[in-house]
């Protein structure tokens, strides 16, 4: 019987975790074509020459969460966990850089079934969810999880199930309940303000 994807993971994270390190380029061999066809999607809309592409979104990832040789996972949600966060430091990096240098803002609608292309167009958004959804993650955990998973790391309703442990029904309640407290949040704060605490 052939062991299924999932399974795969778990083994190897496993393996990684208890010190096999030669693991971690067949962790990440099989992981890989599924999180760039993630973010190739996530970023379809991106306009041609754009800051960030998939590719190094992802190799940057890499470089933050396997160069290390202490690497420690606890399972899949760990790890998905782990790869969103990354992107999500990656991506709020960039929009810091870029409101930076040219200050300014007034967006109001947060697009988040649209990914990670749309925010990317307005870094001040960026900075804005980042900054709310660090409240989020005090208030709900597993909302703020779902959020990660599902917007930075790009997993579907049943990969981010599968990850949390949870039913797919209570991922979509969470998902829906987190961007309409994502949205209410945002309007909240403002983008002008989560800049200005950030720099």
């Known amino acids: 019987m052939t062991e299924n994807p999932a399974g ?7 393996q990684v975790s208890a010190g096999e390190q030669d693991r971690i380029d067949d ?11 993630i ?9 041609p020459g754009g800051t ?13 969460l396997l160069g290390s ?3 420690q996972w606890d399972g899949r949600a760990h790890f998905y966990g782990a790869v969103s966060q990354a992107m999500r430091r990656i991506l709020v990096e960039q929009a810091r850089r870029q409101v930076s240098s040219k200050r300014g803002g007034g967006c109001c609608h947060v697009p988040l079934d649209s990914g990670i292309a749309e925010i990317q167009k307005e870094p001040s958004l960026m900075l804005a969810l980042d900054a709310s959804l660090q409240r989020l993650e005090q208030f709900d955990p597993r909302m703020g ?9 790009g997993l579907s309703v049943e990969q981010t199930s599968a990850a949390l442990n949870v039913s797919p029904r209570t991922v979509i309640r969470d998902w829906i ?12 704060i ?3 303000e989560s800049t200005s605490r950030d720099t």
């Open 39 to 47: 973010a190739q999607g996530q970023m379809a809309n991106e306009a």
């Open 177 to 188: 309940a987190a961007r309409a407290w994502l949205y209410k949040e945002i309007e909240r």
């Open 8 to 14: 795969t993971v778990t083994r190897l994270l496993a």
């Open 27 to 37: 962790l990440w061999s099989l992981v890989y074509e599924q999180l760039h066809e």
């Open 69 to 71: 040789q202490d690497v």
């Open 145 to 153: 999880d779902v959020v990660k998973f599902r917007f930075f790391a």
């Open 190 to 192: 403002g983008p002008d």
């Open 52 to 64: 960030l592409q998939p590719t190094a979104l992802l190799h940057e990832a890499y470089f933050r």
